[in-house]
């Protein structure tokens, strides 16, 4: 008489078919986590309140992602919004998405704590690269659809980079201190440059 053999469950559920308790941990971990930063900051949010939200012991938000930065890198969907080039003259793309990167610094503090803390943690780093080249990159090849794209789009992305480390993140005083236009003025044809200029 031959032994029936179950189906194997399906991936992310146990023998029951049921979500494995670690899954919905970690749900209920990065969703409290993505509302507390969002809510209060980076510096703000504790991993004791994310915990508590989460209605676990904070242990085991340490258990499942090591530390703070550790969370927040794993917590971190963030949408550019970045604007379809298709209908902008050629000569204004990059005003244009220098513009809109103002906008996105300024108007959430999510990435700007994502900046900082790439800085020194690797796992913040390695989402901000997984945002920028999944997001950046299409725009770019609207912009320009040759082959060096993708070294267009890490240009772009040193000078959007660069000028939000030193303004938000460094605060260096006389970057601080210069107006929306101003920055729009000297970053615009330097960006405009890296997406349309001939190839050197």
Not at 6 to 31: F, K
Not at 164 to 170: D, E, I, K, P
Request: aromatic letters at 6%; glycine letters at 6%; charged letters at 25%.
């Amino acid at each position: 008489m031959s032994e029936s053999v179950s189906p194997p469950a399906p991936a992310g559920t146990g023998p029951s078919g049921r979500p494995r308790r670690s899954d919905a941990t970690r749900t209920a971990i990065l969703t409290a986590a993505r509302e507390r930063f969002a809510a209060e900051g980076y510096e703000r949010a504790t991993i004791r309140a994310i915990a508590k939200d989460a209605r676990i012991d904070p242990s085991m938000v340490m258990r499942y992602y090591g530390s703070k930065e550790g969370l927040f890198a794993a917590a971190c969907v963030f949408d550019l919004r970045l604007p379809n080039l298709d209908g902008t003259p050629s000569q204004d793309v990059g005003r244009t998405l220098v513009n809109h990167f103002l906008d996105m610094w300024e108007e959430n503090e999510v990435l700007t704590a994502l900046l900082r803390v790439g800085v020194t943690n690797t796992a913040a780093a390695e989402r901000m690269q997984e945002i920028f080249k999944e997001q950046l990159l299409p725009v770019v090849r609207q912009a320009s659809p040759d082959a060096g794209a993708p070294a267009r789009a890490a240009l772009v992305a040193s000078q959007i980079l660069g000028m939000a480390l030193t303004r938000y993140v460094l605060r260096f005083p006389v970057t601080v201190a210069l107006s929306r236009e101003e920055i729009v003025d000297w970053l615009a044809p330097t960006v405009q440059r890296y997406l349309t200029a001939d190839k050197p």
